[in-house]
C-alpha cells in the first residue's frame, strides 16, 4: 500500500457532507485526499516517513474559499495604505494620512483607505481643503469604506491633470461645488482619473505585494479565492495575472485564484486569456461586471426613487439594453457572467438579463453570478432558484456601515429585503460567501460570525430573520463556493479524491458560543497537500 505524506486525525472533522462534525482521520497522498476514515482505516497507510498531527479539541475543515476579492488592490491595502477606518472625522482621517505619510517620505503617492461618512457626526461629504492643510505637497487619494469614491487632495489634481472643465465619465462624476470648482471628490468610473497615475507599480513591487499577500491569506486558512474586476478602483487585472502566472511557476502560489476580469465586447481577447490562464492554481473563470454603484452615494440602482433624494433612484453603469445584449453574447460564447448589482433594480435587471440570454441561447449550466444583493424586492426572490443564478454574499458588509444608512435613504414602499441570505437560501438556490477585500478583513471567521449575528456598526441586527447556522455559514465559504467556479468535483468538501485544500481552528466552533468565532485562530493551513501555514505553538510540537 502507498504511504500518506500526511495525516490529520481529530475529533472534531466538518467534512462538509454533514451537518455536523466527526471523529475523522484524513490520508494526503501528494496533492490529493487518499483515504477519509478512523484512525484504525487509516493506520495501515502510515509510515515511517509519515507525519501525522492529532487534534482534540480543535476543529479541521475544508480550505476556506473567499468568492469575491480584489487581490492586487488587497495586497496594497495590507502592506501600503493608511488604514481609517476608525476615523470619526474628515479633520481626524487627514491626520492620520498625514502621520502615515511623515512614516512613508519615499513613497511618492499617498494612499488610503476605510473612510465612512455616513458614520461621522455631521454626515457630510469631505473637502479637499481638510487633505491640503495637512498634505499640501504629495499627491493622495483615499478610497471610502465601500470604495466606489474617493477622496483627493490639490496636489492630486494638479499630478492628474484635472480640471472644472474635464468631463465626467460615462458612469460617475467629478465633485463640484455650487460655484462649479472641484471638491476633491471622484464618484465611481471617475476615480480611474487618478489611480491611472497611482497605480503605476513595478512588476518587482507588484510580486513583493503579492508575497506578502499570500501569507496572511494562508494565516486566515484562505486557499482559494475568485478575485474579481474592480473597475477603475483598482489595478489592471491582466497585468495582476503575469504576476500570479510567475509565482505559480515558482512553487509559491499558495492559494488557488479563480480570475474574472472585465465583461466587454471583445470576445476574442476573453478566449485569449480563458486559454492562456488553466491551471490547478490559476484559472481564467469568467466574466464580472458593474451595473450600479452603491446606497450611500444613491448611485444604488433602485426600482423607485431614494427616500431622501426623491429626484433619483441611482444610476447604471450602461443602458438597460447594452447589459442585456453583453450578457447574451458572453453567455453564447461559454462564459459564467457576473454582475455588481447592489440596488433592487439593478438585481432585477441582472436577473431579466439572464433570464433573455437563456432564452436566446438555450440551456446551459451557466452558474452566473449576481454579486451583493443587498437590496431586494420580494418579487425577485424565487428567480434565483428558478434561472440558476448564484446569490453571492458578503456577511461582514453588514457590519460596515449603520443600518441606518439604508433605511434612510429607501423607502418601505419598495418592500427592501436588506442583504436576504436566509430568504434566497430557503428557495433552494446556491449562496455563496466572500469578503469583498480589502472592503472588508479578509478573515472567514468575521463574515461567518457576521452572518450568524447580523449585528451592524451600531450594534443594531438587521432582520434577525436571515441569520443562518454556523454549518451553513461555513458551507457558505467552502462548499458552494466550489461549486460556484465550476470546481466541486475537485475543491469544497473533505472527502476523497479531492484535492487537499483544509485548515484547522483552534477551538471548535460547534462547541463554543458565537462570540468565541471572531477570537478563533487558524493553527494550520493545508493547501495543495502541503503546510503553507503553522501557528508558532503548532510549529513548536
Known sequence: ?????????????????????????????????????????????????????????????????????????????????VHLHDSESAEEAAK???????????????IGLGWDHTSWQHKEFPHKEVLDRYIPDRPVILFNAEVHYAWINSKAIEVCGITKDTPDPDYGKIGKDEKGELTGLLFEDAVGYVTEFAYRFSEEKRVSLIKGLLKEAAKYGVTSVNDLFGGNIGPKQEEDLKVYSQLEEQGILTTRIHSYPELQKDMEEANRLKEKYQSDKLTFSGLKQFIDGVVTSHTAYLLDSYKDRPETAGDLTKKPEEIKQLVKQADKHGFQIRFHAIGNGAVRLALDAF???????????????????????????????????????????????????????????????????????????????????????????????HAMTRIDLNGQSWEES????????????????????????????????KLADMVVLNKNLFENSIEMIPETEVIMTIMDGRVVYASEKELAK
Not at 494526503?28 to 479539541?57: R, W
Not at 492620520?96 to 499617498?110: D, V
Not at 447556522?469 to 472527502?495: C, H, M, V
Open 96 to 110: 492620520m494620512t498625514a502621520a502615515y505619510a511623515e512614516s512613508r517620505p519615499n513613497e511618492e503617492w499617498i
Open 466 to 497: 436571515e441569520k443562518i447556522s454556523l454549518a451553513q455559514a461555513i458551507k457558505a465559504y467552502t462548499t458552494t463556493p466550489a461549486y460556484g467556479s465550476f470546481r466541486e468535483n475537485e475543491l469544497g468538501t473533505i472527502e476523497e479524491g
Open 355 to 449: 433570464e433573455e440570454a437563456k432564452r436566446e441561447n438555450g440551456q446551459r449550466d451557466s452558474r452566473h453570478v449576481i454579486e451583493h444583493v443587498e437590496v431586494l424586492h420580494p418579487d425577485d426572490v424565487q428567480r434565483f432558484q428558478e434561472l440558476g443564478v448564484i446569490a453571492s454574499f458578503q456577511p461582514s458588509h453588514v457590519a460596515l456601515m449603520p443600518k441606518e444608512a439604508y433605511t434612510s435613504r429607501i423607502s418601505e414602499q419598495q418592500q427592501p429585503l436588506y442583504f436576504p441570505v436566509k430568504t434566497i437560501m430557503d428557495t433552494e438556490a446556491t449562496i455563496t460567501f466572500g469578503t469583498d477585500f480589502p472592503v472588508a478583513p479578509l478573515n472567514p471567521l468575521l463574515g461567518i460570525y
Open 1 to 81: 500500500m502507498v504511504k500518506a505524506d500526511l495525516v490529520l486525525s481529530g475529533n472534531h472533522v466538518f467534512t462538509g457532507l454533514k451537518e455536523t462534525t466527526e471523529k475523522a482521520s484524513i490520508a494526503i497522498i501528494n496533492n490529493k485526499i487518499a483515504a477519509v476514515g478512523t484512525l484504525e482505516e487509516i493506520q495501515p497507510m502510515i509510515g515511517e516517513q509519515t507525519i501525522v498531527h492529532q487534534f482534540e479539541d480543535e476543529l479541521i475543515v475544508p480550505g476556506f474559499q473567499d468568492f469575491h476579492v480584489h487581490f492586487m488592490m488587497g495586497s496594497l491595502v495590507q502592506n501600503d495604505m
